[in-house]
């Protein structure tokens, strides 16, 4: 079964198409990188999953059931932008939201408690949501989205204003409730992140899915025509035309795209005979941001 399918759905507002015949499915328990560039319709694409937008054409089923009112309780979202009260207290606010997803009062309470403490919130219960950092707050939006442990969650850039040993906390809980059955929708435009926990993804651009599948598959179709290399010295002996079609530098780790059917090995001779000290030189599948960047005729992200 697959926790969603989009079939041949439309959306337009006042004559723009935001979302064009858009079809995809996500099995379940996958965690599914949603993509595509600024004004793609990706947040509209969530938003009819939720029942906020309707389609104009097509449909969707959660879990193999149309949308309705209960389809809604399935789902546990963590928006970009932070949407919670600001003014209420942390505890009152996911015990509140705890309930409007079905949950009792005192289970709703019982599950803020170890939520709080496990993000070392917990001395933080009583204090206004706007009195918190953006990291902080980050957290209980997380919170409020899985507090009630739905089988389906979408989460709209969750790495968002955490330092690097809360981002980790929240990776490993992602991966702990798919391990546990959860399908986990992953929209974020930090495209490491995808490479590193998205099962599959779908691309969108212009409202249109314009590529769709297994990761793996899909970075193992593009071939090993990316060299990777770490070095230290003059970078010169990259400016063969012939022979590379793309440079991208981060320091001293460059990503050089080869020209089709060049050899590699006249790169790294060119490098040795310049004298340039090699550290790693490694031929790659292109990253996946490379992929997007093609896919999407270089829209900015």
């Known amino acids: 079964m697959d926790a969603v399918l989009i079939d041949h759905v439309t959306k337009s507002y006042d004559g723009v198409t935001a979302v064009n015949d858009l079809s995809f499915a996500?099995?379940?328990?996958?965690?599914?990188?949603?993509l595509g560039p600024n004004g793609a319709g990706k947040t509209t694409t969530l938003r009819m999953m939720m029942r906020i937008l309707v389609p104009d054409t097509g449909s969707i089923r959660i879990l193999d059931e149309p949308l309705t009112g209960r389809t809604q309780d399935l789902i546990g979202y963590l928006p970009e932008e932070r949407g919670l009260y600001q003014r209420m207290e942390i505890g009152k606010i996911l015990v509140f939201l705890g309930a409007l997803k079905g949950l009792t009062e005192t289970e709703a309470g019982r599950r803020t408690g170890q939520w709080l403490e496990r993000f070392e919130l917990t001395a933080w219960a009583k204090k206004k949501l706007i009195d918190l950092s953006k990291g902080m707050q980050q957290k209980v939006q997380f919170i409020a989205a899985v507090i009630h442990q739905p089988p389906l969650l979408i989460l709209d850039e969750p790495f968002?204003?955490?330092d690097p040993v809360n981002a980790i906390l929240v990776k490993d809980i992602m991966l702990e409730l798919r391990a546990q059955g959860a399908t986990i929708i992953l929209s974020t435009h930090r495209m490491e992140q995808v490479e590193m926990m998205c099962d599959s993804i779908c691309l969108i651009h212009q409202g249109?899915?314009?590529?769709?599948?297994?990761?793996r598959e899909i970075k193992k179709s593009y071939g090993k025509n990316t060299l990777r290399i770490e070095c230290s010295g003059d970078g010169n002996f990259l400016n063969q035309?012939?022979?590379?079609?793309?440079?991208?530098?981060?320091?001293?780790?460059?990503?050089a795209r080869?020209?089709?059917?060049?050899?590699?090995?006249?790169?790294?001779?060119?490098?040795?005979?310049q004298g340039v000290r090699i550290n790693r030189f490694e031929l790659v599948e292109p990253p996946l941001n490379d992929i997007f960047i093609e896919k999407v005729g270089g829209a900015r992200a």
Do not use: S
Request: glycine letters at 12%.
């Open 241 to 255: 035309p012939a022979l590379i079609e793309k440079v991208n530098h981060y320091g001293e780790v460059i990503e």
């Open 160 to 162: 968002t204003g955490l």
């Open 258 to 273: 080869l020209m089709p059917g060049a050899d590699p090995q006249e790169i790294l001779k060119a490098a040795v005979q």
């Open 208 to 215: 249109r899915n314009v590529l769709h599948g297994d990761l």
């Open 26 to 34: 996500i099995k379940q328990g996958a965690v599914f990188g949603l």
